[in-house]
Every structure is written in C-alpha cells, then in structure tokens.
C-alpha cells in the first residue's frame, strides 16, 4: 500500500471537495478544479478529510493509489495557493513577450515562436526572465516544459530557457594550441 494513501488527506478552511461518479471536484478561494479517477480507486470523503483506497489489491493498481493522493493533495494545494515556475532567458537576442494568453519568443530561429497558453495558466515576462502561474499544478508545469524545450540551455555559454533553480554544468571549450 502506498505510503501517501495511509494518511488522509486534510480538507482546509474554504474549500470543498464533492465526488459525483469517480470524478473529485475541488472549490476554493482562487476557483475550482476537477480530476476523473479509474473505478478501482475508491476515494471516501469525511468530516474535513478525504481518504483513499483500493478495491482491488492487484499489483497493477498499487502504483495508481500514491498517483491519486498526489493529485488530490495538489488539487486541494492549487485552489488555496497560485503555483508558479519561474524562467530566465539568456542569450544575446533572446526575448519574450506576453500578451493575454499570447507568448511570443524570439529565440534566435528566422521566425518567431508563438505559444498559446492553456486555460487557467497566466504568463507575465520582464527582462530576461518570464513567470508562469495557475492553480493547476499540472497545467503549469507541462507549459514550462514545453517553453523551455524550445530552446534547452547549452553547456557552453548557457544559452536558452532555464529554470530559476536549475544549475547548468558548464564545459570549457575548445583550446587554443
């Protein structure tokens, strides 16, 4: 049995969490998110906390349990709390802009690369560094990755989109004889 599903999981202040067939919606203060669950995961909600289980101690289905606390503790984490990943973009000519959902780069291609952000996802660039955020952890994170995957910094003059805690190893080049 997984280890995260041997605790429940504690509903806080504001927030709601209803189950209607399989599907676990969250409610809180910064708006509301749903999840669909597969049927052999039972999710049993209480007086302020949630827990969950399965209905069949399949080997296949174990890994699905830590899976979905995991996602209803950040459920009930993004409608309390806007998460955010932070990116620098460095490199000469390098620049981003947002407009509404807009984000266009310009990377060092021949044309410009212009991304759609997905809904409930909010993108604010300043000089050399953007902010994406939402109460979606899942959300947020799949649109940094495919920011940065535009451009992946390279090792030897760092060049490209990285995020704000990412250490990239730098190599020292060719010598000169």
């Known amino acids: 049995m997984s280890r995260l599903a041997k605790k429940p999981i504690i509903i806080p202040e504001k927030t709601t969490v209803t189950l209607l067939d399989h599907v676990v919606t969250v409610k809180g203060p910064l708006g509301t998110l749903s999840r669909a ?3 052999v995961i039972d999710v049993a909600i209480t007086e302020g906390q949630i827990n969950v289980s399965l209905n069949n101690p399949s080997r296949d289905f174990k890994a699905l349990l830590g899976t979905a606390c ?4 950040n459920m009930i984490a ?6 955010e990943k932070k990116l620098i973009i460095e490199g000469i000519g390098y620049k981003a802009d947002a407009k509404g959902q807009l984000l266009t780069m310009a990377l060092g291609f021949s044309h410009p690369v212009k991304l759609e952000a997905p809904e409930g996802v909010t993108v604010v660039t300043e000089k050399g ?14 649109f940094a990755a495919t920011v940065r995957s535009w451009k992946v910094p390279e090792p030897y003059k760092g060049k490209g989109i990285r995020y704000s805690d990412e250490v990239i190893r730098r190599k ?3 010598k000169t004889a």
């Open 129 to 142: 560094s953007m902010t994406i955020s939402g109460i979606s952890k899942e959300a947020v994170g799949q």
């Open 37 to 39: 669950f597969p049927k």
């Open 70 to 73: 995991s996602h209803i503790k």
């Open 172 to 174: 020292q080049g060719k």
């Open 78 to 83: 993004g409608v309390n709390k806007v998460y």
